[in-house]
């Protein structure tokens, strides 16, 4: 489980086939005495274990499924990325629960820049997942927890404050780029739910209500 709050954005140093997938090696900096054997990463949103640690890098395998599924399969050498330790038991939740599990990627579709924020507008690549985003409702966009501004369809907005556009790697992507999704948890489980309902004879689970909501 992550929050959604990246504490640095890494490099990624090599890039090699495996007969699984790909290995990739990035630099950690100040987060690679946490990277020991075994422990869970966000890289760029994707939850990846450390297959592999040196001096100030660790190595993850990605598997194919995850590389069609994600941006990781068009990482390059000397690319940023996005990483955020495991959350602790009893760390602070400052963003949202994020699981690391991408649902779909988006295509960066528009910039607007003004002198207090600056909007990115986002296309699902699924647009069936749209039905998961809501105005003011949270989502990770490659493993950045932001608040969605507004919805249309597949597309949605999120704007970035100064601290954001520092600290992560959104302030290096052109219009036409690629990003990981992750719609909020909560918001699966209500959705999920209340199409189980609806598939369900009346005569069996009743009306929805707010007191069964």
Not at 35 to 55: K, P
Not at 123 to 144: E, T
Request: glycine fraction near 8%; proline fraction near 4%; charge should be negative.
């Amino acid at each position: 489980m992550f929050t959604g709050i990246v504490e640095h954005t890494g490099t990624v140093l090599a890039v090699r086939a495996t007969p699984t997938g790909r290995r990739l090696r990035i630099d950690l900096g100040p987060l690679r005495p946490a990277a020991v054997h075994g422990a869970s990463i966000a890289v760029d949103g994707v939850c990846l274990t450390v297959a592999e640690a040196g001096s100030t890098w660790a190595e993850f395998d990605v598997i194919l499924e995850t590389l069609s599924r994600t941006t990781l399969g068009d990482l390059k050498v000397n690319d940023p990325v996005n990483l955020e330790r495991a959350l602790a038991a009893d760390g602070r939740l400052d963003g949202h629960f994020v699981q690391g599990h991408v649902d779909t990627t988006a295509t960066l579709a528009q910039v607007t820049r003004t002198p207090a924020e600056v909007r990115l507008g986002f296309r699902l690549d699924d647009p069936d997942l749209a039905v998961y985003v809501a105005p003011k409702g949270s989502i990770a966009v490659s493993g950045v927890s932001l608040t969605v501004v507004d919805v249309e369809d597949a597309a949605f907005s999120v704007a970035l404050i100064p601290t954001t556009l520092a600290k992560t790697t959104l302030n290096t992507r052109n219009v036409g780029d690629k990003v990981n999704i992750e719609t909020d948890m909560l918001a699966k489980i209500v959705v999920n739910y209340l199409r189980m309902v609806r598939r369900q004879d009346t005569t069996v689970c009743g009306h929805i209500t707010f007191d069964k909501l």
